[in-house]
């Protein structure tokens, strides 16, 4: 261990001798003792030679390096068990072509292992591409920032080692189940739209304010074309109707505050993140709580969702209804008026939300999350 320490100093500060290095090093410094014992002009020649060799051989590798500058493309968030894709480029700055360089770029090995590619020649004032995947199993923000360059070029002798900042950030979104209904945002959703004074729903509605007539799309119900603009454009146009709120909203509150269970909570931030785009795509106002960031919507809600976790610095809940979702089984007395719940447990049901007020969904972590959240609520 202490060995390689040694060596990994060595390239990283000056050079490190290969196994052809050593050995002319050795031979260099056999024939330089011959030389002197017998006083032979010719082993001083040999050994003078090697020792000539060596020491440019120790002074190319370093200069091969010089003048490559290593630029990283963006990288595009991807989902869970989806790849990521890393793009780097190195570019030769100078007049002289570089060979046999060795590229790593130093993942977190959280990821995986460093990725190592073999580069065989950048020409003169090119660039050369290096495309790799990499699985994302595991949602998260990722970040690394090294890319070591590494050669023994041009005699193979001594290794010499550059590290160049490239900075990445690689965002891993969570799952988003596909529901097909949700009856925790449904019933909140008729709730919210019961306290306000009116709400037109453009897919059930006939009468309202039109906002705007757009294209024709398939399943859009035929009681909303608008029949004189249709013939006017030669093709179905359909109305879209203002929808009137009274500004309130849904609040989907993830207990990341409290201490969790590693495989609870990733079933938590799934939930959350499927319950946000069911609620979206039914057109509802809807926002994510986290103790960490508050508040907040849009893209927003998946990159924090990525980089959340559990016991993060505690904040205070929004006075508003909200659908909690925690495995703290003793925080459900302090939710506000109106909220629901996901409780994630083993325990059984009955003893639990007997006598609870709100009505909920006891999650059990050893059954598919989907059909879960697609359940009736227990009261």
Not at 1 to 7: C, E, L, S, T, Y
Not at 30 to 48: D, E
Not at 305 to 326: F, Y
Request: charged share 15%; proline share 7%; net charge positive.
């Amino acid at each position: 261990m202490r060995h390689h320490r040694v060596i990994d100093w060595l390239e990283r500060r000056w050079v490190a001798p290969a196994y052809g290095g050593w050995l002319l090093a050795g031979l260099s410094l056999f024939f330089f003792a011959a030389a002197t014992n017998t006083m032979a002009g010719w082993l001083y020649v040999i050994s003078g030679v090697m020792f000539a060799l060596l020491a440019i051989a120790a002074i190319l590798p370093d200069r091969s390096l010089k003048g490559i500058q290593v630029r990283r493309l963006p990288i595009q968030p991807v989902t869970v068990g989806d790849a990521i894709t890393v793009e780097l480029e190195f570019a030769n700055q100078t007049p002289d072509a570089k060979t046999l360089i060795q590229a790593q770029d130093m993942l977190p090995s959280v990821l995986t292992q460093p990725k190592q590619q073999a580069i065989e020649l950048i020409p003169a004032r090119e660039i050369h591409r290096w495309l790799y995947t990499q699985p994302a199993e595991q949602r998260g923000v990722y970040r690394w920032h090294a890319v070591q360059l590494r050669t023994a070029a041009p005699l193979g002798l001594f290794w010499r080692r550059r590290t160049q900042t490239v900075k990445a950030v690689a965002i891993v979104y969570p799952t988003v189940l596909p529901l097909s209904q949700c009856p925790l945002i449904d019933q909140m959703g008729r709730q919210v739209n019961a306290q306000v004074q009116y709400s037109y729903n453009p897919y059930g509605a006939t009468e309202g304010l039109t906002r705007t007539l757009r294209p024709y799309r398939w399943g859009d119900p035929t009681r909303l074309v608008h029949w004189r603009t249709s013939a006017r454009y030669g093709e179905l146009r359909v109305r879209e109707l203002e929808v009137f709120t009274g500004g309130q909203e849904i609040v989907i509150a993830l207990d990341s505050a409290a201490v969790w269970q590693p495989e609870n909570f990733e079933q938590a931030v799934v939930a959350a993140a499927s319950i946000y785009f069911y609620a979206s795509h039914h057109r509802l106002q809807v926002s994510l709580w986290t103790a960490a960031t508050g508040m907040l919507r849009g893209q927003a809600v998946l990159e924090t969702l990525a980089a959340t976790s559990a016991e993060e610095p505690s904040a205070d809940l929004p006075d508003r209804p909200l659908l909690w979702l925690t495995q703290n089984f003793s925080s459900l007395d302090a939710l506000p008026a109106d909220s629901r719940w996901l409780l994630w447990t083993t325990a059984p049901l009955s003893p639990l939300v007997g006598n609870r007020e709100a009505p909920g969904l006891v999650i059990a972590p050893d059954r598919p999350l989907q059909p879960q959240l697609q359940a009736q609520l227990n009261r």
